[in-house]
């Protein structure tokens, strides 16, 4: 399996965009997919996942401004992120973990503009 980011690019504070990753081989099973981001000097950081049978949870930084989804006929997932912050710029990854191993897309950078 592997996973193909996009959607990232450059937004002004305030603005949205939609990130896609999307899989080569299809996925039967999963324990979770989720979104990951890595500013400079920073440790990756979790902002959104996705657990088998559709629970969610996000950072607390990007509560109520991002959302995660998934397209099973497109073995796609996807995060939205509307007001956008600053703070917000970061690569972003990503990832998909299945019951014996996990799978992580190139990432892609999102840059926020104040």
């Known amino acids: 399996v592997q996973l193909q980011a996009s959607g990232g690019g450059l937004v002004q504070a305030g603005g949205s965009l939609r990130l896609s990753c999307a899989a080569s081989?299809?996925?039967?099973?999963?324990?979770?997919m989720g979104w990951y981001r890595q500013a400079p000097g920073k440790q990756r950081e979790l902002v959104a996942i996705?657990?088998?049978?559709?629970?969610?949870d996000y950072a607390d930084s990007v509560k109520g401004r991002f959302t995660i989804s998934r397209d099973n006929a497109k073995d796609t997932i996807y995060l939205q992120m509307n007001s956008l912050k600053p703070e917000d710029t970061a690569v972003y990854y990503c990832?998909?973990?299945?019951?014996?191993?996990?799978?992580w897309g190139k990432g892609t950078q999102v840059t926020v503009s104040s």
């Open positions: 996705m657990f088998n049978g559709g629970m969610t």
């Open positions: 990832k998909v973990s299945l019951p014996l191993t996990a799978y």
């Open positions: 081989g299809r996925i039967f099973s999963f324990n979770a």
